[in-house]
């Protein structure tokens, strides 16, 4: 009889709940902040031919309307309603109640086509539902109740028994509290028997603990800030930033190996923001310009030719992408149809290249030291040197060698003439060879294997390719292929984002490939084939690439490119996507530094490049010196690295600073 007290014969037993926020916590939208979705519905209107004025105009009032139809109302406990917003957006623009309906239609339909599950949120309502919860949904929203439990049954996120609870039909908020009270009873449970789920720190989190319940905030399911800052130029791009920031989104939310956010996050919000903004550039050239094939050379092209394919539809690029095994080491000797100095500075530069030895650059032309030790010698170059980096002015001396000596020079043209029969057989097989307009791919800023694709075109009589690079430097020689278009920048012509460091290795080390690279060509039964470097790409692999290409992959697929809502024909993306690198860059979390900085970076030529990280804990000493390598990343060895060093970066950082203005003073 005791025990029957205590446990209350005849009482009722209050089942657990478990309650949800809808919106950016069980789904979200194709768009990083909520408004950004009126930009695009202003775009959509323009189209039908609904309204007259810009699609940024009519999001402004759209936004407007909808904080007047609150603050008339008494605020956010307040029975308004969508219909309600239209109401005032109707007054305000001298729309008939026919076309209010319209619009308000129209809102409804976007609203359902820009909505996506969050697998997450999605498996936690699954959990719930196994354990035996109770499972309701609890919104500060003004959309139709009827309407979000249709959006959330076609989701497969609602069944029967479920519950939803919206502030509009109660006139009482998350936001201020008085909405759980409500829950409370239309739930007949207690707060103590709660658990609710959300995104809003103080909606559903301090609101929903002051009420008595146990609440949990999921911050991640928020626009984190690299998707804050592409959300920021939404107005200049015609939404096509909040369009990436929303995709972007999406694809760290369900990342393709979960523990690797470090990687998988900056792959999202900053390496695919540049490899879209780069190709949306490309592909509308190209088809403006009507070519045949794009062309994207190994081993930058990899990931740049998947991501070309699922974008070009959209943009209504109809050629081919191919794929075009290539690199210095395949090109710069099939090239050598002369041996004129500009031709050989590409292979031996006085500067800018990794210290090589002249056992190293004479690999380039497929020459060992030992078959021209005598030349060698007489030009100050004895065995003893040959596995030395060549010495400050040497390589100006090395050059008049290889390009007068007559020995040298015939030994170069027969390996040359062999090389360039192989990487012409190579062109025929891919489509290369042609009389129709076709285009390069490339992120370098040397224009070398340009120039080098151009000379062997050229030598059977084919017109240089279109190129399309990253940029270009300064003093590139023109040896009679033009120049390629660029992305970024020109710094020869000082055009573009000239002040951009770091951007390109960024760029370089995450658009790889999952091979070594390209030593040149083979023929095996009839075909030529790409050899490789024996080390391939193992620790570039092991580090992580495919995280990044399937997540960058993954934005592609998911991004909104549709032209009746968002813009991209003619949209310059740069400085959004500069501000999210910049972020990234200037700034990295100690785990971004981390993870990142251990990139095994490569560097050189061929079997003679070398790896090394980008970035590592630093001393004091270390960080007042140079930086070790030319592709290094200074902010994050500063975040890895202890206060002093890092004081001593920043004050190494000033003093950089302090210099370029006034050398910019004195030019």
């Known amino acids: ?34 408004r950004a979705a009126f930009l695009l519905l202003g775009r959509r209107l323009f189209t039908l031919g609904e309204i007259s004025s810009s699609a940024q105009a009519f999001a402004q009032a759209r936004t407007q309307a909808e904080v007047r139809a609150f603050g008339n109302a008494g605020g ?14 109707g007054n305000s623009l001298h729309w008939s109640e026919i076309k209010t ?66 502030s509009n039909e109660e006139s009482a908020s998350k936001a201020s509290g008085k909405l759980w009270p409500i829950a409370m009873r239309e739930l007949d449970t207690t707060p103590d028997r709660v658990h609710h789920v959300g995104n809003h720190p103080k909606s559903d989190g301090r609101s929903a603990k002051r009420a008595g319940l146990s609440a949990e905030v999921i911050d991640k399911f928020n626009p984190n800030r690299y998707e804050q800052a592409l959300e920021r130029h939404s107005f200049a791009t015609d939404g096509l930033t909040s369009a990436l920031a929303g995709a972007s989104r999406i694809a760290r939310l369900d990342p393709s190996e979960p523990g690797k956010e470090a990687v998988s996050d900056v792959a999202a919000g900053v390496v695919a923001p540049f490899v879209i903004g780069s190709l949306l550039w490309t592909l509308q050239v190209a088809k403006h310009e009507g070519l045949e094939t794009l062309f994207f050379v190994a081993r930058d092209g990899q990931l740049l030719c998947e991501v070309a394919e699922i974008l070009a539809p959209s943009v209504g690029f109809a050629g081919n992408m191919t794929y075009l095994y290539g690199s210095r080491q395949a090109w710069s000797l099939a090239s050598l149809t002369s041996l004129d100095e500009e031709r050989l500075l590409a292979l031996v530069p006085d500067s800018g290249d990794v210290e090589a030895t002249p056992r190293e650059i004479l690999a380039r032309l497929e020459i060992e030291p030992e078959e021209i030790s005598v030349p060698l010698a007489h030009a100050g170059f004895h065995r003893a040197t040959w596995a030395r980096p060549l010495a400050p002015g040497n390589a100006a001396t090395l050059r008049q060698l290889l390009q007068h000596d007559p020995d040298v020079v015939q030994l170069i043209t027969e390996r040359s003439k062999q090389a360039r029969e192989l990487a012409l057989a190579y062109f025929e097989q891919v489509g290369a060879i042609t009389n129709k307009p076709i285009g390069f791919v490339d992120l370098g800023t040397g224009a070398t294997l340009f120039n080098s694709l151009g000379a062997i075109l050229g030598s059977v009589g084919q017109a240089p390719p279109l190129g ?23 710094e020869g012509e ?10 390109l290795t960024m760029m370089e080390l995450a658009c790889t490939a999952d091979h070594g690279s390209v030593r040149g060509y083979g023929e095996v039964d009839g075909v030529v ?38 813009g991209f024909e003619g949209i310059d993306v740069r400085p959004a996507i500069l501000d999210v690198f910049n972020l990234f860059w200037s700034s990295p979390t100690k785990e971004e530094a981390r993870v990142w900085g251990a990139y095994p970076f490569e ?65």
Not at 76 to 89: G, K, M, N, Q
Not at 124 to 153: E, I, K, N
Not at 617 to 644: C, F, I, K, M, N
Request: charged share 25%; glycine share 8%.
């Open 529 to 566: 084939v790409p050899l490789f470097d024996e080390h391939g790409n193992e620790p570039v692999v092991e580090w992580g690439l495919p995280i990044v290409c399937q997540t960058v992959i993954r934005v592609a697929k998911e991004l909104l490119l549709q032209p009746d809502l968002v």
């Open 76 to 89: 956010l406990d307040s029975p308004v309603t969508l219909r309600d917003i239209y109401c005032e957006l």
């Open 1 to 34: 009889m005791r025990r029957a007290r205590q446990v209350g014969i005849g009482v009722k037993t209050l089942r657990t709940v478990a309650t949800f926020d809808i919106f950016d916590t069980v789904i979200t939208r194709r768009v990083a902040e909520p």
């Open 101 to 166: 309906e319209r619009v308000y239609e129209h809102e409804l339909e976007l609203e359902d086509e820009l909505l996506v599950v969050i697998p997450e949120g999605r498996n936690r309502v699954a959990a719930a539902r196994a354990a035996g919860q109770v499972v309701a949904f609890v919104s500060d929203m003004y959309l139709p109740a009827t309407y979000l439990q249709q959006l959330l049954v076609d989701r497969g996120l609602f069944e029967a028994g479920d519950r939803l609870i919206v």
């Open 603 to 667: 560097d050189g030529w061929g079997e003679h490049s070398t790896r090394h990280p980008i970035a590592e804990t630093r001393g004091v000493r270390d960080a007042l010196r140079r930086q070790p390598y030319r592709h290094w990343w200074e902010q994050g060895a500063s975040q890895l690295s202890g206060p002093v060093a890092r004081t001593a970066f920043e004050s190494r950082r000033r003093v950089k600073d302090l210099a370029g203005r006034v050398r910019g003073r004195l030019t």
């Open 494 to 503: 000082s055009i573009g984002f000239i002040k951009t460091p770091g951007l």
């Open 468 to 490: 399309f690079y990253f940029g270009l430097r300064s003093h590139i020689p023109e040896v009679g292929f033009g120049k390629p278009l660029t992305y970024v920048r020109d």
